[in-house]
């Protein structure tokens, strides 16, 4: 398996735009009429000052082009960066958003003549903070869902958006679970969502004797499950077959890791505790009411059925079930060893099991957002103007078919492409997920529980309540560090 597809992205902050040509300025000196939005090859340039792979150096904006073209007039400014010419900076990750945004942009540019919408690839890790201290930040940053959106918002850096035109129409129109009011605000809009789930490998079913239209709903059952498929025999190459596997390489990446956990954490405790208190202060997760030692326990007695890493994945074909499977993570399915897995025919899916049979089965929202960084009411103004036509039935779908998200947008859900039998299951899932939580705490009360982790449910080396009473103490003291 090619991990490095599953890790989140890190990129080099660059600029990609698209170059209007030199006849537009001419044009501008002899008043010629409007020229149609140019749509050459994207130019990619680095920005003064940056070095490959280092965001920390990224404090010089780059020299802005534009992305397509007006179809009015260009002016004296257009030359300018972007953000002194009054057009709008859209930052995204490496890779297909980058196309995705390009197409967005240009046809919002050729629906508003006169605007301009530069589309540029995000720091390092996400890590706007150098850009925001030198006065350089883009208009609109394209974050995850978690504390990147807190951090932004403690941060006073980020623009509230309810009171913006048309925001509580919008608003009322995205599924109300993926809103978080943060210090007050409405901080961000969502875009596209993912989940995670339980998937298994039907054929793996099949030969263990089990029933591959009968997925485990309980802890139990899963455990059941996982020891009838690792008693398998070896494939004719050798290869051990496993009952389950996790993502123990991820243990040091975070609350972005929490996220893929957290699903069994909330069906344990029924969805009555996250991890801290509302006001972010504390932790609660070591009352009993919470079950994080009975999510210990589960996990403890899982990873038995579960190679140490991931050298050998769910796609490897000789894994029973993963319970921390993506909906955008299709692509890896394409690539399964020997021919493409398919969902529906040798891959099952299911919701993350539950402690005992008519529990709720939880899951917790992974996704994407839009935040506008506060510049100039002009700026802001401008930024809305885009963010309120990327949230337009129409080109959402488009973002969310190109680039594997699920719906927000209630008018969506039913749409035919995500009522296909591959997607409706995710879905249909959707009606119980959990928002992780976007307090920049969060992340270091996460730290603290993957840090026990790997000695409490890898190792096996103390017991639930042990490793309980250990990550409360972590995460108290991380906590008390930063006050």
């Known amino acids: 398996m090619n991990s490095a597809r599953f890790k989140p992205l890190k990129t080099v902050y660059i600029t990609l735009t698209i170059v209007i040509a030199l006849a537009f300025l001419s044009a501008c000196a002899t008043g010629s009429t409007s020229v149609a939005p140019t749509s050459g ?23 802005a082009t534009q992305s397509g073209g007006p179809t009015a007039l260009p002016t004296a400014t257009a030359t300018l960066p972007t953000n002194v010419a009054g057009g709008t900076r859209i930052a995204v990750v490496l890779g297909a958003m980058i196309d995705t945004m390009l197409k967005l942009a240009g046809s919002y540019m050729q629906a508003n003549p006169g605007k301009i919408v530069t589309v540029e690839e995000e720091p390092e890790g ?9 006065g350089n930040q883009p208009d609109i940053i394209t974050v995850s869902f978690g504390t990147q959106i807190g951090h932004y918002a403690a941060a006073g850096v980020a623009a509230p958006l309810e009171d913006m035109d048309g925001a509580k129409d919008l608003f009322a129109r995205v599924d109300p679970a993926t809103v978080q009011n943060l210090y007050g605000h409405n901080y961000y809009m969502p875009i596209g969502a993912d989940v995670t789930v339980l998937i298994y490998n039907k054929d793996l079913f099949k030969e263990a004797g089990l029933d591959p239209t009968k997925p485990p709903a309980t802890f139990a059952e899963f455990l059941d499950d996982a020891a009838k498929i690792q008693a398998l025999p070896a494939r004719p190459d050798g290869t051990k077959v496993y009952g389950t596997v ?7 990446w975070g609350g972005w890791y929490w996220n893929m956990l957290q699903p069994m954490y909330l069906n344990a405790n029924q969805n009555k505790c996250q991890l801290l208190n509302k006001l972010g202060t504390d932790i609660t997760f070591d009352q009993p009411e919470c079950q994080m030692a009975a999510f210990f326990d589960f996990n403890q ?26 909906y955008s993570w299709e692509p890896n399915l394409k690539e399964a060893a020997g021919t493409p897995m398919v969902i529906g025919q040798d891959v099952g899916v299911a919701p993350v099991p539950v402690p005992t049979a008519g529990d709720t089965a939880y899951t917790t929202y992974g996704g ?6 506060k510049t100039t009411p002009e700026r802001q103004q401008n930024a809305w ?53 976007q307090y920049e705490a969060a992340d270091k009360v996460a730290n603290a529980i993957l840090g026990v982790y790997q000695a409490a449910a890898v190792q096996g080396s103390m017991t639930p309540q042990e490793a309980v009473t ?4 972590k ?9």
Do not use: C, H
């Open 368 to 373: 994407r957002a839009y935040m506008i960084m």
């Open 385 to 437: 103007n885009f963010v309120k036509y990327l949230m337009q039935d129409p080109n959402n779908l488009q973002f969310l078919k190109e680039l594997g998200y699920l719906p927000i947008l209630g008018s969506l859900k039913s749409d035919a492409y995500f009522q296909d039998p591959a997607r409706k299951p995710f879905v249909d899932i959707l009606k119980n997920a959990v928002m992780p939580e």
């Open 246 to 252: 996790f993502w123990n390489d991820a243990l040091s």
């Open 470 to 473: 250990q990550a409360a103490s």
């Open 41 to 63: 090859a994207a130019a990619v340039a680095s920005p003064t000052g940056a070095t490959a792979g280092g965001a920390a150096t990224a404090t010089v904006a780059p020299a």
């Open 301 to 326: 007695k899982a990873q038995k059925f579960a190679p140490p890493t991931m050298e050998k994945s769910f796609f490897s074909r000789t894994i029973g079930m993963w319970p921390q499977y993506g």
């Open 475 to 483: 995460a108290r003291a991380a906590l008390s560090a930063t006050k």
């Open 126 to 134: 996400g890590a706007f903070d150098a850009l925001i201290a030198a």
